[in-house]
């Protein structure tokens, strides 16, 4: 079946305007995350979605930083006034309804440039 | 002490070699651990996953985990060039989230 997807693949943008980057997971999949990865460096936690309970945004670095997740499927993660270290690839995740052991399976991702 | 650690290598191995991949996290209520494989510009890829102590064995990978030493390792058996990436070690901590360690450089020379 088809896999995480995530759009756009590359997004250019000034410093301070904002983005809106998107994620749909495989369908089933109730858990959603986002990561950000800086050139050369591992995976940093952003947020963590589950079913209709309250996300987990502990990971977000500054209140410019938002996401939300429609019907439970496709999420869209929102950053405003972009700063230059936002550059980054974006990359989301999902995991399987029901799994016990929380195995994730990731997009392409979104690489974003700040000018 | 970072959450997941992993030698940043690189870790350089000839073809046909075994390459061995260590892990360690700080953790110790950790329940399933992950390899992830990522190419330069790429996602990662999921490899495998093991959540009990001993080896866990599939094609030419091999994962294992000492709970007890909260170490857990990954074995590539023969390796090819194509298996030249880098291989991030998850650890599933505290609510469904996962701890990525930095990654382990691996290159494959033919």
């Known amino acids: 079946g088809a896999g995480v997807s995530q759009s756009p693949s590359n997004k250019v943008t000034e410093k301070g305007k904002d983005v809106e980057l998107r994620c749909d997971p495989i369908?089933?999949?109730?858990?959603l995350y986002w990561y950000r990865q800086r050139l050369g460096q591992g995976l940093e936690f952003l947020i963590y979605?589950?079913?209709?309970?309250?996300?987990?945004k502990s990971g977000l670095p500054s209140d410019r930083f938002s996401a939300e997740r429609t019907g439970g499927s496709v999420s869209t993660l929102t950053i405003q006034r972009t700063q230059q270290e936002d550059s980054a690839v974006y990359l989301c995740a999902s995991s399987p309804l029901g799994s016990s052991y929380n195995e994730q399976f990731f997009g392409p991702g979104t690489r974003l440039t700040v000018l | 002490q970072k959450e997941v650690e992993q030698n940043s290598g690189p870790l350089s191995v000839p073809e046909g070699a075994i390459a061995s991949l260590n892990c360690t996290y700080s953790?110790?209520?950790?329940?399933?651990f992950f390899w992830y494989r990522q190419y330069s510009g790429k996602s990662p890829e999921l490899i495998m996953f093991?959540?009990?102590?001993g080896d866990k064995e599939d094609g030419r990978f091999t994962a294992q985990l000492n709970k007890a030493s909260q170490y857990v390792s990954l074995l590539i058996r023969d390796s090819q060039p194509s298996d030249s990436a880098t291989y991030l070690c998850a650890v599933n901590m505290r609510g469904n989230k996962l701890v990525f360690g930095a990654g382990t450089i691996l290159r494959v020379k033919s």
């Open positions: 093991i959540y009990s102590n």
């Open positions: 953790d110790r209520g950790s329940q399933s």
């Open positions: 979605f589950q079913g209709n309970s309250a996300p987990d």
């Open positions: 369908s089933g999949h109730t858990a």
